[in-house]
């Protein structure tokens, strides 16, 4: 059973800061890639930001330069730190993991993801 609980999300100003986590726990073999989604009232949901076991990191457009993201793999944990938030970040943001499983036909890579935690920035 694998398991990702999310933190972090709240009320914020328009210019301030919060930082998301979501830790992984249960019963894999490997974290594949880690990353951040988040959707909107009305819109799909888009990437936010990724990073790979071996710490590359992806950023969509718009968070470039105001959102960091990271990891640690010790902790099983994804980091989003999100600065000089915007009211059009305002959003329920997911995390989501790819992780290798032993199955008994092998080993398997699939996705999970987080419950969600609201971010809502006011202008």
């Known amino acids: 059973q694998v398991q990702l609980v999310e933190s972090g999300g709240g009320l914020v100003q328009a210019g301030g800061s919060l930082r998301l986590s979501c830790a992984a726990s249960g019963s894999f073999f490997r974290i594949n890639d880690m990353g951040w989604y988040r959707q909107a009232p009305g819109k799909q949901r888009e990437l936010v930001a990724a990073?790979?076991?071996?710490?590359?990191?992806n950023y969509a457009d718009s968070v470039k330069g105001r959102f960091t993201i990271s990891r640690d793999n010790a902790k099983n944990t994804v980091y989003l730190q999100m600065n000089s938030l915007k009211a059009e970040d305002t959003a329920v943001y997911y995390c989501?993991?790819?992780?290798?499983?032993?199955?008994?036909?092998?080993?398997?890579?699939?996705?999970?993801w987080g419950q969600g935690t609201q971010v809502t920035v006011s202008s």
């Open positions: 990073i790979t076991s071996g710490g590359i990191t």
């Open positions: 989501n993991v790819d992780l290798t499983l032993n199955t008994r036909w092998g080993k398997s890579n699939y996705a999970y």
